[in-house]
């Protein structure tokens, strides 16, 4: 239902601003382009048509975005505040409103000279800028706590589904938006302050967690990305929403009983879904001529540089048996993980590669502690629900009672990355709190090479490209 409302709204504002277009003598189709339709808006309002370059551009391309858009709108003589707010906050309304109002007409190029002149206006320049600049601050804050944040993949845990140098939009909309629960922030600061350091964020004013209605609920496979849970711990006591962000797929669902055999992941049981790009980790042994690293690069490998012969390789299985096809190499061999895995309990003997089966708490889920279940449970216990947790010689005490049992407030989930053997997930952190979660990846649309050369920097056919 919602994406339904979204996508009328959205088409009601494409037609207010395609039938604004015709007002100022222009083709109306232009306003379906991307980009396009900025360099046009950019022309007729006598801006620097170079600045389109600065939408690809994370942070700059906000304040440039809505920079054009009021010069749009002020070329209409659409010069208040309110009238400003609402063409962000209501464009279904407004636009077609000022499109079919006769009184509304597109009057020249608003940075020029002529236009300044023939229509004078009690702001001066400066005081206009600075209305915009605070506008745009708050319009886009709103918006990226609110509908949909930039986020850029740092490093190869999800290659080859998600590629270092990726630039992502992430929907804040689809599972629901959280209330910001550390309200008082720096703005586009996550939880530094730039150049200087220090936190970005006060604590004087805390909101408990809520979660307001979403297009969806949270789907097994998903990519999500969430705050990094074990930033609730030294050196760093964040608050929630203050976290790193990570981004992994969601394998494991609340109540799921997760386990891993041989580096084959089970859910309830039965083999998981495994994506066609997901990377393990590989020995590879040549005759004694070794490997070209710009070979490697040229196709995609990613591989340690610290190592000579034998060289360990992130790749596909179908890579990994490509490989053994190369006329110098002898031998490819699965690396085996044997990180130990969560809740690093010595005596389980679980690793990255083998593993549970374990059961990911379910809100409402009482389980049964003793002292094999409580090493798996006490973290979320303790840390993500807020609760005193002892172990004493004579039982579990939860709040200064001693107890068997305890029923779960949040549902929890099982996050890990497709780059199996490059990826720091559930594996050694364990459960993720539902109110951890920030939003679902939902497509690239920037993507980075920084190995490229200079006219392959940009890999074009990763663009616009949707998240499975």
Same mark, same amino acid.
């Given at each position: 239902?919602?994406?339904?409302i979204?996508?009328?709204?959205?088409?009601?504002?494409l037609?207010g601003?395609?039938?604004?277009f015709?007002?100022?003598?222009?083709q109306?189709?232009?306003?379906?382009i991307?980009?396009y /339709?900025?360099y046009?808006?950019?022309?007729?309002?006598?801006?620097?048509t170079?600045?389109?370059?600065?939408?690809l551009?994370?942070?700059?391309n906000?304040?440039?975005?809505?920079?054009?858009y =009021?010069?749009?709108?002020?070329s209409?003589?659409r010069?208040?505040?309110?009238e400003?707010?609402a063409?962000? @906050?209501? +464009?279904?309304?407004?636009?077609?409103m000022?499109?079919?109002?006769?009184?509304?007409?597109?009057l020249?190029?608003?940075?020029?000279?002529e236009f &300044?002149?023939k229509y +004078?206006?009690?702001?001066s320049?400066?005081?206009?800028?600075?209305?915009?600049?605070v506008f745009?601050v708050?319009?886009?804050?709103?918006i990226?706590?609110?509908?949909i944040?930039?986020?850029?993949? +740092?490093?190869?845990?999800m290659e080859?589904?998600?590629?270092?140098?990726?630039f992502?939009?992430?929907s804040? @909309?689809?599972?629901g938006?959280?209330?910001?629960?550390?309200?008082?922030?720096?703005?586009?600061a996550?939880?530094t302050? +730039?150049?200087?350091g220090?936190?970005a964020?006060?604590?004087?004013?805390?909101?408990?967690?809520?979660?307001l209605?979403?297009f969806?609920?949270?789907?097994r496979?998903?990519?999500?990305v969430?705050n990094?849970?074990?930033?609730?711990?030294?050196?760093?006591?964040?608050?929630?929403?203050?976290?790193?962000n990570y981004?992994? /797929?969601?394998?494991g669902?609340p109540g799921?009983?997760?386990?891993?055999?041989?580096?084959?992941?089970?859910?309830?049981?039965?083999?998981a879904?495994?994506?066609k790009?997901? &990377?393990?980790?590989?020995w590879?042994?040549?005759d004694?001529?070794?490997l070209d690293?710009?070979?490697?690069?040229?196709?995609r =490998?990613?591989?340690? /540089?610290?190592?000579? #012969?034998p060289?360990?390789?992130?790749i596909?299985?179908?890579e990994?048996?490509g490989?053994?096809?190369?006329?110098?190499?002898?031998?490819?061999?699965?690396?085996?993980?044997?990180n130990?895995?969560f809740?690093?309990?010595?005596?389980?003997?679980?690793?990255?590669?083998?593993f549970g089966?374990?059961?990911?708490p379910?809100?409402?889920?009482?389980v049964?502690l003793d002292?094999?279940?409580?090493?798996?449970? #006490?973290?979320?216990?303790?840390v993500?629900?807020?609760?005193?947790?002892d172990?004493?010689?004579?039982?579990i005490y939860?709040?200064?009672r001693?107890t068997d049992?305890y029923t779960?407030?949040m549902?929890?989930?099982?996050?890990?990355?497709?780059?199996r053997?490059?990826? #720091?997930?559930s594996?050694?952190?364990?459960?993720?709190?539902?109110?951890?979660i920030?939003?679902?990846a939902?497509?690239?649309?920037?993507?980075?090479?920084?190995?490229?050369?200079?006219?392959?920097?940009i890999?074009?056919?990763?663009l616009?490209?949707?998240? #499975?």
């Amino acid at each position: 239902m919602w994406y339904i409302i979204g996508g009328i709204a959205s088409l009601v504002s494409l037609y207010g601003l395609w039938r604004l277009f015709e007002k100022a003598g222009l083709q109306g189709w232009k306003t379906l382009i991307p980009f396009y /339709r900025e360099y046009v808006i950019a022309q007729v309002t006598a801006r620097p048509t170079w600045w389109i370059a600065l939408l690809l551009v994370p942070v700059v391309n906000i304040f440039v975005f809505y920079g054009i858009y =009021f010069d749009f709108i002020k070329s209409f003589g659409r010069r208040r505040f309110w009238e400003h707010a609402a063409a962000v @906050l209501v +464009p279904f309304v407004v636009l077609p409103m000022w499109a079919h109002d006769s009184n509304v007409q597109y009057l020249g190029a608003y940075h020029t000279e002529e236009f &300044q002149e023939k229509y +004078p206006y009690t702001k001066s320049f400066a005081r206009e800028w600075a209305d915009a600049i605070v506008f745009a601050v708050v319009a886009a804050s709103l918006i990226r706590g609110f509908l949909i944040e930039a986020y850029m993949i +740092p490093t190869g845990s999800m290659e080859r589904s998600l590629l270092v140098g990726d630039f992502l939009f992430v929907s804040k @909309l689809n599972y629901g938006p959280r209330v910001p629960m550390t309200p008082l922030a720096f703005p586009f600061a996550h939880h530094t302050m +730039p150049v200087t350091g220090g936190k970005a964020y006060s604590e004087f004013i805390t909101v408990p967690y809520k979660r307001l209605p979403g297009f969806q609920d949270i789907k097994r496979n998903d990519v999500v990305v969430f705050n990094y849970p074990m930033e609730a711990d030294e050196p760093y006591n964040r608050p929630i929403d203050k976290r790193e962000n990570y981004i992994k /797929r969601l394998v494991g669902m609340p109540g799921d009983k997760v386990s891993m055999k041989n580096k084959h992941l089970f859910i309830n049981d039965q083999p998981a879904f495994t994506d066609k790009n997901m &990377q393990q980790a590989y020995w590879v042994f040549t005759d004694g001529s070794g490997l070209d690293d710009a070979v490697l690069v040229q196709n995609r =490998f990613e591989f340690d /540089r610290s190592f000579v #012969e034998p060289y360990l390789l992130h790749i596909t299985a179908d890579e990994a048996a490509g490989l053994k096809k190369w006329s110098n190499v002898k031998q490819v061999i699965a690396f085996s993980n044997q990180n130990s895995a969560f809740p690093h309990v010595s005596t389980s003997g679980w690793t990255f590669d083998t593993f549970g089966p374990l059961i990911v708490p379910q809100k409402d889920w009482t389980v049964t502690l003793d002292t094999l279940t409580f090493p798996f449970y #006490e973290r979320a216990i303790r840390v993500y629900e807020g609760n005193s947790v002892d172990l004493k010689s004579d039982g579990i005490y939860i709040n200064g009672r001693k107890t068997d049992r305890y029923t779960f407030q949040m549902n929890y989930y099982w996050m890990m990355g497709d780059n199996r053997d490059n990826s #720091e997930d559930s594996r050694g952190w364990g459960f993720v709190p539902e109110n951890h979660i920030v939003g679902k990846a939902i497509f690239v649309w920037l993507s980075w090479d920084k190995d490229g050369t200079f006219l392959s920097k940009i890999r074009w056919n990763r663009l616009f490209r949707g998240i #499975e």
